[in-house]
Protein backbone atom coordinates (compact mmCIF):
# COMPACT_ATOMS: atom_id res chain seq x y z
CA UNK A 1 0.00 0.00 0.00
CA UNK A 2 1.66 3.51 -0.50
CA UNK A 3 1.77 6.02 2.33
CA UNK A 4 1.82 9.02 0.58
CA UNK A 5 0.24 9.15 -3.34
CA UNK A 6 0.32 12.24 -5.32
CA UNK A 7 -1.41 12.54 -8.29
CA UNK A 8 -0.70 13.29 -11.24
CA UNK A 9 2.31 12.09 -11.67
CA UNK A 10 3.79 14.12 -14.47
CA UNK A 11 1.67 17.42 -15.83
CA UNK A 12 2.41 19.77 -18.62
CA UNK A 13 0.26 22.62 -19.56
CA UNK A 14 0.34 26.08 -20.66
CA UNK A 15 1.40 29.46 -19.05
CA UNK A 16 -1.82 30.96 -17.56
CA UNK A 17 -3.27 27.88 -16.78
CA UNK A 18 -4.72 26.73 -13.56
CA UNK A 19 -3.85 23.33 -12.30
CA UNK A 20 -4.19 21.04 -9.62
CA UNK A 21 -1.97 18.46 -7.56
CA UNK A 22 -3.87 16.09 -5.31
CA UNK A 23 -1.83 14.05 -2.17
CA UNK A 24 -3.19 11.80 -0.01
CA UNK A 25 -1.59 9.91 2.77
CA UNK A 26 -2.79 6.53 4.48
CA UNK A 27 -0.56 6.55 7.70
CA UNK A 28 -2.74 8.56 10.04
CA UNK A 29 -0.62 11.24 10.03
CA UNK A 30 -2.11 14.83 11.49
CA UNK A 31 0.52 16.86 9.48
CA UNK A 32 1.40 17.59 5.48
CA UNK A 33 3.38 19.63 3.70
CA UNK A 34 4.12 20.54 0.16
CA UNK A 35 8.08 21.28 -1.06
CA UNK A 36 8.88 22.34 -4.08
CA UNK A 37 12.21 21.12 -5.39
CA UNK A 38 13.75 23.19 -8.71
CA UNK A 39 16.21 22.44 -11.34
CA UNK A 40 18.99 21.89 -9.22
CA UNK A 41 17.71 19.86 -6.45
CA UNK A 42 17.24 22.43 -3.92
CA UNK A 43 14.07 21.58 -1.50
CA UNK A 44 11.92 24.09 0.06
CA UNK A 45 9.17 23.74 2.31
CA UNK A 46 5.92 25.93 1.20
CA UNK A 47 3.13 24.98 3.20
CA UNK A 48 2.02 22.47 6.10
CA UNK A 49 -1.22 21.88 7.97
CA UNK A 50 -1.31 20.52 10.84
CA UNK A 51 -5.25 18.84 11.68
CA UNK A 52 -6.16 20.89 8.73
CA UNK A 53 -4.81 24.25 10.21
CA UNK A 54 -2.68 26.09 7.96
CA UNK A 55 0.54 26.09 10.25
CA UNK A 56 3.28 27.25 8.12
CA UNK A 57 3.20 29.36 5.53
CA UNK A 58 6.58 30.24 3.54
CA UNK A 59 7.17 33.48 1.17
CA UNK A 60 5.17 31.75 -1.59
CA UNK A 61 3.18 33.70 -4.38
CA UNK A 62 -0.68 33.90 -3.27
CA UNK A 63 -1.43 31.81 -6.47
CA UNK A 64 -0.44 29.38 -5.23
CA UNK A 65 -2.97 28.05 -2.59
CA UNK A 66 -3.38 25.03 -0.79
CA UNK A 67 -6.49 23.44 0.35
CA UNK A 68 -6.79 20.41 3.33
CA UNK A 69 -10.43 18.48 3.03
CA UNK A 70 -9.37 16.40 5.75
CA UNK A 71 -6.58 15.23 7.78
CA UNK A 72 -5.43 12.12 5.26
CA UNK A 73 -5.57 15.31 1.72
CA UNK A 74 -3.63 17.87 1.45
CA UNK A 75 -3.82 19.48 -2.48
CA UNK A 76 -2.54 22.24 -4.22
CA UNK A 77 -4.09 24.54 -5.90
CA UNK A 78 -1.81 26.72 -9.06
CA UNK A 79 -3.32 29.79 -10.69
CA UNK A 80 -1.97 31.32 -14.19
CA UNK A 81 1.34 29.43 -14.21
CA UNK A 82 4.37 30.81 -14.54
CA UNK A 83 7.56 28.85 -16.37
CA UNK A 84 9.39 29.63 -12.73
CA UNK A 85 6.41 27.29 -11.51
CA UNK A 86 7.84 24.19 -13.28
CA UNK A 87 9.57 22.31 -10.71
CA UNK A 88 9.00 18.67 -8.77
CA UNK A 89 6.40 19.23 -6.38
CA UNK A 90 6.65 16.70 -2.86
CA UNK A 91 3.73 16.15 -0.44
CA UNK A 92 4.51 14.61 2.68
CA UNK A 93 3.39 13.62 6.00
CA UNK A 94 4.23 13.32 9.35
CA UNK A 95 2.50 12.56 13.03
CA UNK A 96 2.60 15.64 15.42
CA UNK A 97 5.76 17.06 16.22
CA UNK A 98 9.32 18.00 15.07
CA UNK A 99 11.15 14.30 15.75
CA UNK A 100 9.11 12.49 13.56
CA UNK A 101 10.03 11.55 10.12
CA UNK A 102 7.99 13.02 6.94
CA UNK A 103 7.18 10.72 4.78
CA UNK A 104 7.18 11.51 1.24
CA UNK A 105 5.18 11.56 -1.78
CA UNK A 106 6.57 10.33 -5.03
CA UNK A 107 6.95 14.04 -6.49
CA UNK A 108 4.89 15.69 -9.25
CA UNK A 109 6.71 16.86 -12.20
CA UNK A 110 5.51 20.39 -13.63
CA UNK A 111 6.54 21.20 -16.53
CA UNK A 112 5.19 24.84 -17.53
CA UNK A 113 5.38 25.91 -21.24
CA UNK B 1 20.35 31.83 9.93
CA UNK B 2 20.16 28.40 10.96
CA UNK B 3 21.31 26.09 7.81
CA UNK B 4 22.90 23.24 6.57
CA UNK B 5 25.84 22.93 4.54
CA UNK B 6 26.82 20.11 2.42
CA UNK B 7 30.17 20.42 1.39
CA UNK B 8 30.41 18.37 -1.49
CA UNK B 9 28.26 18.67 -4.89
CA UNK B 10 29.36 15.27 -6.33
CA UNK B 11 31.07 12.54 -4.85
CA UNK B 12 32.32 9.44 -6.79
CA UNK B 13 33.54 6.08 -5.44
CA UNK B 14 34.40 2.50 -6.65
CA UNK B 15 32.17 -0.19 -5.89
CA UNK B 16 33.22 -1.93 -2.54
CA UNK B 17 35.15 1.24 -1.42
CA UNK B 18 33.98 3.44 1.73
CA UNK B 19 31.46 5.97 1.33
CA UNK B 20 31.64 9.42 2.76
CA UNK B 21 29.33 12.21 2.63
CA UNK B 22 29.87 15.55 4.55
CA UNK B 23 27.58 17.78 6.22
CA UNK B 24 27.76 20.68 8.84
CA UNK B 25 24.56 22.13 9.98
CA UNK B 26 24.50 25.85 12.15
CA UNK B 27 21.87 25.70 15.47
CA UNK B 28 21.71 27.74 18.22
CA UNK B 29 19.83 24.57 19.70
CA UNK B 30 20.60 20.96 19.82
CA UNK B 31 18.98 20.13 16.59
CA UNK B 32 17.03 17.09 15.28
CA UNK B 33 19.21 16.02 11.71
CA UNK B 34 18.38 13.44 9.18
CA UNK B 35 19.72 11.83 6.20
CA UNK B 36 16.94 11.82 3.09
CA UNK B 37 18.05 9.72 -0.13
CA UNK B 38 16.63 10.22 -3.65
CA UNK B 39 17.01 7.99 -6.34
CA UNK B 40 16.60 9.04 -9.91
CA UNK B 41 13.18 9.79 -10.31
CA UNK B 42 11.83 9.05 -7.20
CA UNK B 43 10.69 10.82 -4.10
CA UNK B 44 12.90 10.93 -0.37
CA UNK B 45 13.64 8.20 1.76
CA UNK B 46 14.57 8.37 5.48
CA UNK B 47 18.18 6.78 5.75
CA UNK B 48 18.22 7.68 9.38
CA UNK B 49 17.68 10.16 12.43
CA UNK B 50 19.66 12.09 14.92
CA UNK B 51 17.55 12.87 18.01
CA UNK B 52 19.87 13.25 20.43
CA UNK B 53 19.38 9.90 21.66
CA UNK B 54 22.85 8.12 20.88
CA UNK B 55 25.44 10.05 18.55
CA UNK B 56 26.21 7.19 16.42
CA UNK B 57 23.10 6.71 14.43
CA UNK B 58 22.56 3.57 12.04
CA UNK B 59 20.00 3.52 9.84
CA UNK B 60 18.92 1.41 6.49
CA UNK B 61 20.86 0.01 3.96
CA UNK B 62 24.18 -0.32 5.78
CA UNK B 63 24.15 3.78 6.05
CA UNK B 64 25.64 5.65 9.70
CA UNK B 65 25.81 9.09 10.47
CA UNK B 66 27.66 10.33 13.88
CA UNK B 67 26.97 13.67 15.45
CA UNK B 68 29.63 15.73 16.35
CA UNK B 69 28.29 19.03 18.23
CA UNK B 70 32.23 20.17 19.05
CA UNK B 71 32.10 20.05 14.88
CA UNK B 72 29.02 20.62 14.34
CA UNK B 73 29.40 17.68 11.65
CA UNK B 74 26.67 14.93 11.25
CA UNK B 75 28.72 13.03 7.92
CA UNK B 76 27.20 9.89 6.37
CA UNK B 77 29.43 6.70 5.85
CA UNK B 78 29.03 3.35 4.81
CA UNK B 79 31.63 0.88 4.85
CA UNK B 80 31.25 -0.26 1.46
CA UNK B 81 29.70 1.37 -1.81
CA UNK B 82 27.59 -0.64 -3.27
CA UNK B 83 26.59 0.24 -7.17
CA UNK B 84 22.72 0.51 -6.15
CA UNK B 85 23.91 3.17 -4.00
CA UNK B 86 24.13 5.73 -6.85
CA UNK B 87 21.32 8.79 -5.71
CA UNK B 88 21.45 11.99 -4.48
CA UNK B 89 21.61 12.08 -0.65
CA UNK B 90 20.19 15.20 1.44
CA UNK B 91 21.52 16.12 4.88
CA UNK B 92 18.49 17.94 6.35
CA UNK B 93 17.93 19.77 9.85
CA UNK B 94 14.86 20.15 11.58
CA UNK B 95 13.35 23.09 12.65
CA UNK B 96 11.24 23.84 15.92
CA UNK B 97 8.41 24.79 13.71
CA UNK B 98 7.81 21.89 11.85
CA UNK B 99 10.06 23.23 8.92
CA UNK B 100 12.75 20.20 7.67
CA UNK B 101 15.52 22.57 6.23
CA UNK B 102 17.44 20.83 3.42
CA UNK B 103 20.92 21.09 2.50
CA UNK B 104 21.75 21.18 -1.41
CA UNK B 105 22.24 17.76 -2.12
CA UNK B 106 25.40 15.48 -2.65
CA UNK B 107 25.06 13.21 -5.61
CA UNK B 108 26.99 10.13 -5.08
CA UNK B 109 28.67 8.24 -8.21
CA UNK B 110 29.65 4.99 -8.35
CA UNK B 111 31.81 3.35 -10.27
CA UNK B 112 31.88 -0.34 -11.33
Known amino acids: DTAVSQTPKYLVTQMGNDKSIKCEQNLGHDTMYWYKQDSKKFLKIMFS???????INETVPNRFSPKSPDKAHLNLHINSLELGDSAVYFCASSQEGLLNTQYFGPGTRLLVL | AQSVTQLDSHVSVSEGTPVLLRCNYS??????LFWYVQHPNKGLQLLLKYTSAATLVKGINGFEAEFKKSETSFHLTKPSAHMSDAAEYFC??????????FGSGTRLLVRP
Open chain 2, 27 to 32: SSYSPS
Open chain 2, 92 to 101: VRGDISYKLI
Open chain 1, 49 to 55: YNNKELI
